[in-house]
């Protein structure tokens, strides 16, 4: 299973996406499904619904798994308070995810979901924001991971659209670019700034398990040291970890486990 939003993608773009996804059910938990400003129209119910039939994807409204009005009311005051918007946001409210996963999640039932999801290619949740940790769709791939075994693949992010435009992804093209080399590994007297830069790179490039590799690297090499530089580096890899390790990734959460541990021990 992989999640998507509907902000920074124009019609096309978000259909290449779940194509290059080999996306066969489309699975919307929007309360409302529409998105205001017309570069969005697209992703409003019937005409999202009739390009997904034109494309052979299934679709399937799951209202029951929407956060209620006044959710949402609780997480718009919070962006208020942090001064960031919808399109903004980077994460959920913490008193928001706690209710609603107490609220809507705890009392729905997401077999039918497991039950339908295709036997080849994946099934995508989808709703609005485009950083799945700043959605609930988020808490509801955790919980099909946890309770139902689900797998979660990563997807890698897309562009953010600018303020008058939206950003897609150019068309692939015949003569495939050769790829980007990849960024050198630390040396180990590497300081823990370069360290997490290099992390940092590998997750821009979509390798979560490389950066899980660097950072593993980059502990064993603070390991012992107590210092308020070693410290932040390694508050800042819990930070780095969050949505990753929301999404139930073995990886992120075995690493945030080891960083928690060396946070105690220094």
Known sequence: ??????????????????????????????????????????ANSLRLQAALARARIAYEHHRELAPTTELRRLQYAEDDRQGVGKRSRRELAAEYARRYTIEILARADLTPIVSALPGSGTAALLCVERDPEAC????IAQRLTEQHRVTQRCTPARPRSTKHSVTTEPPPSSTPSPPRPAPPDPTPGSSPSTWSAAAE????????????????????????????????????????????RARGLRCAAELDERARDLLIST
């Open 136 to 139: 609930h769709r988020s808490l």
């Open 201 to 244: 790179m590998h997750l821009k490039r979509g390798g979560i398990e490389q950066a899980c590799a660097i950072w593993n690297q980059a502990l064993d090499h603070m390991d012992g040291v107590r210092s308020v530089r070693t410290r932040k580096a390694v508050a800042r890899i819990r930070g780095d970890l969050a949505r990753f």
């Open 1 to 42: 299973m992989v999640t998507i939003g509907v902000y920074g993608f124009d019609g096309e773009s978000f259909l290449q996406r779940l194509r290059h996804a080999d996306v066969r059910l489309l699975l919307d938990v929007r309360q409302r499904r529409g998105v205001r400003g017309p570069e969005y129209a697209w």
